[in-house]
């Protein structure tokens, strides 16, 4: 698509259920983030995928939360047994390959329109 | 991991030029600095990227001082619709960089 993709938009789930979150990136773009934004706040580093390389896990808060990219393409970020403090916009972010520059640089983040998770 | 600190909000009247400051005492050698622009209930979106003295493109300019501690990005004559938080985000790959907590800037008529 012309844009990365997230779904559900909205999602209401009582506490303690499973959710899972879904992200399409930018066709052919290699790396793959998912954040989380709580009302108010700044952008929280939960996880990163990078080509075939083994995830960066080191943002994830708990062992409820997981994630996974199939095919180098799709991720699911998937929360179990959710929290009430788990209420949060959820956004994911690709990246294309070959903007890099120099050594580890960022280029340019491209942000779907996040999931906004609500726990009751 | 460099820690960023920005103003939480600013004000500013259409028209005017306005200057938001980011500080990154502990900026790696390798890192960049970026900035992102958020409207509410949309992600992000890219504004510029430096790694020192002065990038400038369509929308803004960023001016990265010869310590690189500190990076301001300048709007010129904003409009109402230049009301966003802006992010100032400082590292490598995103995955190892921190986005600060933002700067409210509201633009008045």
């Known amino acids: 698509g012309a844009g990365v993709s997230q779904s559900p938009s909205n999602k209401v789930t009582e506490k303690g259920k499973d959710v899972e979150l879904r992200c399409d990136p930018i066709s052919g773009h290699t790396a793959l983030y998912w954040y989380r934004q709580s009302l108010g706040q700044g952008l929280e580093f939960l996880i990163y995928f990078q080509g075939n390389s083994a995830p960066d896990k080191s943002g994830l808060p708990s062992d409820r939360f997981s994630a996974e990219r199939t095919g180098g393409s799709v991720s699911t970020l998937t929360i179990q047994r959710t929290q009430q403090e788990d209420s949060a916009v959820y956004l994911c972010?690709?990246?294309?390959?070959?903007?890099?520059?120099?050594?580890?640089?960022?280029?340019?983040?491209?942000f779907g329109e996040g999931s906004r998770l609500t726990v009751l | 991991l460099a820690k960023t600190t920005q103003p939480i909000s600013m004000d500013s009247y259409e028209g005017q030029e306005v200057n938001i400051t980011c500080s990154h005492n502990n900026i790696a050698t390798n890192d960049y600095i970026t900035w992102y622009q958020q409207f509410p209930s949309q992600g992000p979106r890219f504004i510029i990227q430096?790694?020192?003295t002065k990038v400038t493109n369509e929308v803004a300019s960023l001016f990265i001082p010869a310590d690189r501690k500190s990076s301001t990005l300048s709007l010129p004559r904003v409009s109402l619709s230049d009301t966003a938080v802006y992010y100032c985000?400082?590292?490598?790959?995103?995955?190892?960089?921190?986005f600060g907590d933002g700067t409210t800037l509201t633009v008045k008529p």
């Open positions: 972010a690709s990246i294309a390959p070959g903007t890099y520059r120099l050594a580890d640089p960022t280029g340019e983040l491209f």
């Open positions: 985000l400082v590292g490598g790959r995103a995955g190892k960089s921190t």
């Open positions: 430096g790694y020192k």
